[in-house]
């Protein structure tokens, strides 16, 4: 079964590259450049999780939305980024160096995560 991923990413080239990544292994895909049409998308749509990176514009703002809204605040928010492997901050996220590591995410229990 198919999980829904929001792709967050400002770079099309990058965004485009991401989602086709994601389909390839069999998830279904959503995409947004930035925290406010992220939080839209998620709004109205079952999301597995939401992958991004740190040099988004919006990354800060996206996490706090996150962690602050009350339907959304159960899905985990996933980074690959192979220059940042250590990341310590409130919400949960999962910072990863490829898309390998994905698959054990979305596998592990969650609410939202039935999506």
Not at 5 to 14: G, K, M, P, S
């Amino acid at each position: 079964m198919s999980k829904t991923i929001l792709v967050v990413e400002d770079v099309d080239e990058i965004s485009s590259q991401m989602c086709a990544i994601l389909r390839e292994k069999g998830h279904d895909t959503l995409s947004a450049t930035n925290a406010g049409e992220a939080i839209q998308i998620a709004e109205n749509n079952p999301l597995a999780m939401i992958l991004t990176d740190l040099d988004l514009p919006t990354f800060d703002s996206l996490v706090e939305q996150v962690r602050l809204h009350k339907d959304l605040n159960t899905i985990p928010i996933a980074i690959i980024d192979i220059n940042h492997p250590n990341v310590n901050v409130e919400h949960r996220l999962n910072v990863f160096s490829d898309f390998s590591q994905l698959d054990a995410l979305l596998a592990s229990p969650s609410p939202r995560n039935q999506a």
